[in-house]
């Protein structure tokens, strides 16, 4: 009987240890690799409205931004179509949403991530708002504004024009 426990315990270790290593993630910050070095300290502004949201099943470190806009390059579609207040605190079946990002808004790129994991490599920006302090979440993930075509050909993934616009420093 105490072999049996053993047994049970050692293959109960083996089995989490498995699930962890198939559900875990490497996240690095690749600020300093050549295709990537110029992007930190870019200012961008809004030119669409967007929500600020978690996803319920794969949790990330930062809050995302994005939109459900049909026939977009990139979408959420677990969003609702119309960005407004009225859905800041909802629970969604996918999607918990938590603020709104305005048109007009700003925010420069502080970082690139790249997530390693089985399902594949993902290159992401987290930004800030400019306005951080008058945010209540000014540090974001923008995988859902992103162009990631790019990537493909080891190169850095763009902010796309539908959703912001490079802020030109004079």
Same mark, same amino acid.
């Given at each position: 009987?105490?072999?049996?426990?053993?047994?049970?315990?050692?293959?109960?270790?083996? *089995?989490?240890?498995?699930?962890?290593?198939?559900?875990?993630?490497?996240?690095?910050? +690749?600020?300093?690799?050549?295709?990537? =070095?110029?992007?930190?300290?870019?200012?961008?502004?809004?030119? @669409?409205?967007?929500?600020?949201?978690?996803?319920?099943?794969?949790?990330?470190?930062?809050?995302?931004? !994005?939109? =459900?806009?049909?026939?977009?390059?990139?979408?959420?579609?677990?969003?609702? +179509?119309?960005?407004?207040?009225?859905?800041?605190? *909802?629970?969604?079946?996918?999607? @918990?949403?938590?603020?709104?990002?305005?048109? !007009? $808004?700003?925010?420069?790129?502080?970082?690139?991530?790249?997530?390693?994991?089985?399902? !594949?490599?993902?290159?992401?920006?987290?930004?800030?708002?400019?306005?951080?302090?008058?945010?209540?979440?000014?540090?974001?993930? *923008?995988?859902?504004?992103?162009?990631?075509?790019?990537?493909?050909? $080891?190169?850095?993934?763009?902010?796309? *024009? $539908?959703?912001? +616009?490079?802020?030109?420093?004079?």
């Amino acid at each position: 009987m105490k072999w049996f426990i053993v047994a049970a315990a050692a293959a109960a270790l083996l *089995a989490g240890f498995v699930f962890w290593q198939l559900n875990s993630t490497k996240t690095a910050y +690749v600020n300093g690799l050549p295709q990537y =070095n110029q992007l930190p300290g870019r200012e961008y502004i809004f030119q @669409r409205d967007c929500y600020i949201f978690k996803f319920k099943r794969h949790n990330t470190e930062w809050p995302l931004v !994005g939109a =459900n806009v049909p026939g977009a390059v990139i979408s959420v579609s677990a969003l609702p +179509v119309e960005v407004s207040p009225q859905y800041v605190g *909802a629970t969604l079946p996918e999607v @918990r949403i938590m603020d709104l990002a305005r048109v !007009g $808004d700003r925010f420069k790129i502080i970082s690139v991530r790249r997530e390693t994991s089985r399902r !594949g490599t993902q290159i992401s920006f987290e930004i800030l708002f400019i306005n951080e302090s008058e945010r209540r979440y000014p540090r974001l993930d *923008a995988f859902w504004i992103l162009d990631h075509t790019p990537e493909q050909r $080891d190169e850095a993934p763009l902010i796309l *024009a $539908d959703y912001a +616009v490079e802020r030109l420093k004079k």
